[in-house]
């Protein structure tokens, strides 16, 4: 081709051209997605208070509160009115609960309703409501003064959470089995659920459940006449979508509305687990069928009345739980948007784990980045019977502050904050953001028996950095290891898991190993595997993937 002065303006001519078309589609498909970062030139926050609601917006989203209770009673975004369930009861959309009961008494659910309303905050940029109520000594509700926040900011297409709960020196005893924060999002909209990369799926309805069979226990029940036929002869229990504190980050529902060629994602994201009890490993509940979001501040599922929060008469009790982040994002395209949504939800968690502490919670019983401390240190492992005793480095170590007590007990503590990290390459760790106070240091390493606390007392001060140096962890032993029986790393994954009957599965989990002991009913396969008396195991002979159950079932 021969160049001259007239092809060159063309060919310029059409670079330009063709950068324009690219910037064009570019900003085609960011005005296509809707996600969540504070811009000001996004219209102000505004708020608008009647007698029996509260009304916050900011051009993104619009949230309605229940005066003076403080439930959610609607969240109108994208052209949804309301993502929350309407038809429900106004105190059965959006809402904190808490079971809890006196000493010797049965445990009781009780919602928690605010009986004062104040504004904390309010400008262009912010609005920050409480929702408050102090015990006037009635035995209807738990003797606790709770203080509800919420807080929508400018260019924020979600909602920060979180509660002050407190219990002074001069109020009766009380245990808490759980506190949580509940959203129930509107039945006809919301089908697929989200909570982790190899977790989601298309759901059944609350009614595909009544409809069903119900098996062993209430949450669990087989599918039998579903409104999606692709359901049908699937278990559906709650109890299979619960995750480990250190994973439960974010988790929610997906609306794909192929009327409109429009999808909606709401989602709870929990940027720190420092309020949640029983350390990094606790398994806890995330969403499901209702469709029903959770945050599970506090509980004693899977643990029972030893890790019950009880406070006793004159013991006083302060702690914030959260914020958290209800978030929700939209694409105008339905294929594929599932997986646009939630990498989105994903990216906006790591946005706020990088916000960690926030600065713009109002209370003073959140403790800002500029007051909380740091400790460095590096773990290594001792063992005399292990390369003659050479220090190991203690990589991968899971190594956490918690209030002092004895070895391993922090799987038991709920009433103080927990920060926990990974140990990195030769051991090396640091945790941030330790609010002040007293905590002992506690670690595990896979794959190294035993539990380490570090006997002395750390005391966090505002602004503190502690360096520990090396800390030596040796494993408990009386001698050498003569046999062992699967891997030291609190999980059962190495074991023999049976295969799930075929009536009675979860299809998500199937061809997925790591999922596989979610199943329902394996507990039964034991009795069958070993009908006449339990399992016996040959060192040196057996193998512990195929011949040591997984779980310790009573037979």
């Known amino acids: 081709m021969v160049f001259t002065k007239k092809t060159g303006f063309l060919l310029l001519g059409g670079i330009i051209h063709f950068c324009f078309l690219l910037i064009r589609c570019a900003s085609r498909s960011l005005s296509e997605f809707k996600g969540s970062d504070v811009a000001f030139n996004n219209p102000e926050v505004k708020l608008h208070i009647e007698n029996k609601q509260?009304?916050?917006?900011n051009g993104i989203i619009r949230v309605t509160f229940s005066n003076p209770e403080g439930t959610i009673l609607g969240i109108s975004y994208n052209g949804i009115k309301n993502v929350l369930?309407?038809?429900?009861?106004?105190?059965?959309?959006?809402?904190?609960?808490?079971?809890?009961?006196?000493?010797?008494?049965?445990?009781?659910?009780?919602?928690?309703?605010?009986?004062?309303?104040?504004?904390i905050e309010t400008n262009k940029n912010e609005v920050e409501l409480s929702f408050s109520r102090t015990w006037n000594k009635?035995?209807?509700?738990?003797?606790?003064?709770?203080?509800?926040?919420?807080?929508?900011?400018?260019?924020?297409?979600?909602?920060?959470?979180?509660?002050?709960?407190?219990?002074?020196?001069?109020?009766?005893?009380?245990e808490i089995d759980h506190i949580r924060i509940v959203f129930k999002l509107q039945k006809e909209r919301f089908h697929y659920m989200a909570i982790a990369d190899d977790r989601q799926r298309v759901m059944p309805t609350a009614e595909d459940r009544s409809t069903g069979q119900r098996l062993d226990y209430d949450e669990a029940a087989l599918i039998t006449n579903p409104s999606n036929p692709q359901l049908q002869g699937e278990v559906d229990d709650k109890y299979q979508y619960s995750c480990e504190n250190k994973d439960n980050k974010v988790h929610g529902w997906i609306n794909l509305d192929l009327?409109?060629?429009?999808?909606?994602?709401?989602w709870m994201i929990t940027p720190s687990n420092e309020?949640?009890?029983?350390?990094?490993?606790?398994q806890g509940l995330t969403s499901h069928v209702g469709p029903v979001t959770l945050n599970i501040l506090h509980t004693t599922h899977y643990s029972g009345k030893e890790v019950t929060m009880t406070l006793h008469e004159g013991e006083p009790f302060k702690k914030v739980y959260g914020p958290v982040f209800a978030y929700l994002n939209?694409?105008?395209?339905?294929?594929?948007?599932?997986?646009?949504?939630?990498?989105?939800?994903?990216?906006?968690?790591?946005?706020?784990?990088?916000?960690?502490?926030?600065?713009?919670?109002?209370?003073?019983?959140?403790?800002?980045?500029?007051?909380?401390?740091?400790?460095?240190g590096q773990l290594l492992v001792q063992d005399r019977h292990i390369k003659g005793g050479t220090f190991l480095y203690g990589e991968n170590a899971h190594?956490?502050?918690?209030?002092?007590?004895?070895?391993?007990?922090?799987?038991?503590?709920?009433?103080?904050?927990?920060?926990?990290t990974q140990a990195a390459k030769l051991g090396h760790f640091a945790i941030a953001n330790i609010v002040p106070g007293d905590y002992n240091l506690y670690a595990?390493?896979?794959?190294?028996?035993?539990?380490?606390?570090?006997n002395t007392t750390i005391t966090i001060t505002p602004g503190c950095i502690i360096q520990l140096g090396s800390l030596i962890y040796n494993p408990p032993r009386n001698g050498p290891t003569l046999w062992e029986i699967g891997i030291p790393d609190r999980s059962a994954a190495e074991f023999h898991v049976p295969n799930p009957y075929p009536n009675l599965i979860n299809r998500l989990y199937i061809a997925k190993p790591l999922h596989k002991f979610r199943q329902y009913g394996l507990w039964k396969r034991y009795n069958e595997l070993y009908p006449n008396e339990d399992l016996t195991y040959t060192v040196g002979v057996s193998d512990y993937s195929k011949d040591w159950f997984y779980a310790h079932v009573p037979r």
């Open 138 to 174: 009635d035995n209807s509700s738990p003797p606790l003064n709770i203080d509800k926040r919420y807080i929508l900011r400018r260019g924020s297409s979600g909602l920060y959470i979180y509660g002050i709960f407190e219990h002074p020196e001069d109020f009766p005893a009380t």
């Open 275 to 282: 309020f949640r009890s029983g350390g990094p490993i606790r």
């Open 444 to 454: 595990w390493i896979p794959g190294v028996f035993g539990d380490y606390k570090y």
């Open 399 to 420: 190594i956490g502050l918690a209030l002092p007590g004895d070895v391993g007990s922090w799987q038991r503590q709920s009433k103080g904050y927990q920060f926990w």
């Open 54 to 57: 509260i009304t916050v917006q």
């Open 259 to 266: 009327k409109n060629n429009k999808s909606v994602g709401f």
């Open 330 to 376: 939209s694409v105008s395209r339905v294929h594929h948007s599932e997986q646009v949504l939630w990498s989105d939800a994903v990216q906006q968690l790591s946005k706020e784990i990088n916000r960690w502490p926030y600065d713009f919670p109002k209370s003073e019983d959140f403790v800002p980045t500029n007051k909380r401390g740091r400790v460095e």
């Open 85 to 119: 369930e309407g038809r429900n009861n106004f105190n059965n959309r959006g809402y904190f609960d808490i079971v809890w009961n006196s000493p010797g008494v049965p445990s009781k659910l009780w919602g928690i309703e605010g009986s004062r309303f104040s504004v």
